[in-house]
């Protein structure tokens, strides 16, 4: 019999990915619920007692009460939410993150996960801070594009249902421009950096994948660090990653006119692309994600699979398998 995972939430936008992603798969039992009990407490307090592995794809308040609902020691649980990310009780679950935290999330009783944009701006970060080209305490920005089911259901109906009251025809905003995007606290705690970076979020006329752009004048580094040095520092980062890949410097020359948020969409992937001029002395870094995939059920089942034991790719495509 395969381990017993619930999925609490499992009628959401993660929730139904992260489902399709495992139903078919002998190593895993899912628990459900059915429609009418998806809500209730009490049944949903069964089944994570039950379970051996919980992935919560809730909101914050309802994840932080699944958590409360645990009394079984041996019920493992990874959280989609954002309610536990910057908890040192718990392991974040972004795998690549260093050269231990894949044996760190294997290991883990509780996993937090990252944030879609989240992933992308500390895959970018994270690698120049260890390398010591940026400066914890740099003041950086962030810019991200994504689709609109980063919103979950109810941004999903805004954009798809004219029925709905709050049906938009918008092609594109900024959001977030009082500067407390959620994410924020996640990629100052596990980019490694001590200054809070301006992170202003867009949303598009389009239903999945993203951008993560981090702008950098390389002479305003206190490592004044070249284009070359910082693909370099990124490229041996992740080096030997399965699911976390950068561009070659002329690969990445080849989409600076156009870089589409949707080519990953439906695989775990995420590409880093560095773009630059070295005799301007300036770069973009770029992440491209799914923000369902690698930004969320992708990489729940990436973490899952660590947990379990299981192969490392089972139920998720890769950009190669995709093509
Ligand atoms: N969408 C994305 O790109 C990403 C989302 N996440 C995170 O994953 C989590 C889920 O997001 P997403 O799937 O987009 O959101 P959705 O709104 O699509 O899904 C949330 C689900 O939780 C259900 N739910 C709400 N309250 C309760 C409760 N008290 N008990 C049981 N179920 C409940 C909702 O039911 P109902 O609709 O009936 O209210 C819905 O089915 C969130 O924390 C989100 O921040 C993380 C990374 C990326
Ligand atoms: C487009 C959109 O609205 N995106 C969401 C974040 C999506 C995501 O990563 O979700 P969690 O951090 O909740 O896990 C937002 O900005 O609130």
Redesign the pocket.
């Known amino acids: 019999m395969g381990a017993r995972v619930f999925i ?9 990915q992260i489902r399709a992603r495992l139903q078919e798969r002998s190593s895993i039992e899912l628990l459900s619920l059915d429609d009418s009990q ?2 209730d ?1 009490v049944h ?1 307090a069964r089944l994570l007692n039950a379970a051996d592995l919980v992935i ?8 932080r ?2 958590v409360s609902l645990l009394e079984n020691p041996e019920t493992r649980v990874i959280d ?4 536990h990310r910057t908890d040192p009780d718990w392991v974040f679950g972004f795998p690549e993150l260093d050269a231990r935290q894949a044996e760190l999330v294997a290991k883990a009783r509780f996993v937090s ?1 990252p ?2 944009y989240s992933t992308g701006a500390i895959a970018l970060i994270r690698p120049l801070i260890d390398a010591g080209l940026l400066q914890p305490d740099f003041p950086l920005t962030i810019n991200g594009v ?1 689709g609109y ?6 941004m ?1 109906e805004s954009y798809e249902d004219e029925s709905s009251p709050n049906y938009t025809t918008r092609a594109f905003h900024t959001y977030g421009l009082g500067l407390h995007h959620k994410h924020v606290p996640e990629i100052v705690a596990r980019g490694g950096l001590t200054q809070r970076p301006i992170f202003v979020p867009s949303v598009a006329r389009y239903s999945q994948g993203m951008l993560v752009q981090v702008p950098l004048q390389l002479g305003a580094l206190a490592a004044k660090p070249s284009v070359a040095a910082i693909h370099a520092a990124i490229s041996a980062h992740y080096a030997g990653q399965r699911f976390v890949s950068v561009a070659s410097l002329e690969e990445a020359a080849r989409c600076a006119t156009a870089l589409d948020p949707r080519a990953l969409n439906g695989t775990n992937d995420m590409r880093l692309y560095v773009f630059g001029d070295e005799e301007l002395g300036q770069a973009v870094l770029v992440a491209q994600l799914d ?2 995939g690698k ?2 059920s992708g990489a729940a089942v990436q973490n899952l699979n660590l947990m379990l034991g299981l192969t490392a790719d089972e139920g998720l495509e890769t950009r190669a398998a995709a093509e």
Not at 149 to 154: A, L, N
């Open positions: 609490d939430g499992e009628a959401g936008t993660t929730g139904l998806r809500k407490a949903r919560l794809c809730l909101p914050d308040a309802a994840a009460e699944a989609a939410s954002t309610a996960n944030g879609c994504s089911s980063g919103g979950g259901r109810g999903i923000n369902l930004g969320a």
